[in-house]
């Protein structure tokens, strides 16, 4: 998932499509994981 993510440059919404599930989903998965979700939006806000 979090390869996904990085590869749509931290759009959540279009690596939740890739994945074939829904965003929200993609959120909690990502929650459960422990992956830290201020670091998609300083790595999106930063252009990576």
């Known amino acids: 998932m979090q390869?996904?993510?990085a590869t749509c440059k931290g759009?959540?919404?279009r690596a939740a499509q890739v994945?074939?599930?829904g965003r929200t989903s993609l959120?909690?998965?990502l929650k459960?994981?422990?992956y830290d979700q201020?670091?998609?939006a300083r790595s999106?806000?930063?252009g990576q």
């Open 19 to 21: 994945l074939g599930i």
């Open 11 to 13: 759009n959540r919404l």
């Open 38 to 40: 201020t670091l998609i």
């Open 32 to 34: 459960e994981d422990g």
């Open 3 to 5: 390869r996904v993510l």
């Open 27 to 29: 959120y909690r998965d």
């Open 44 to 46: 999106k806000a930063a």
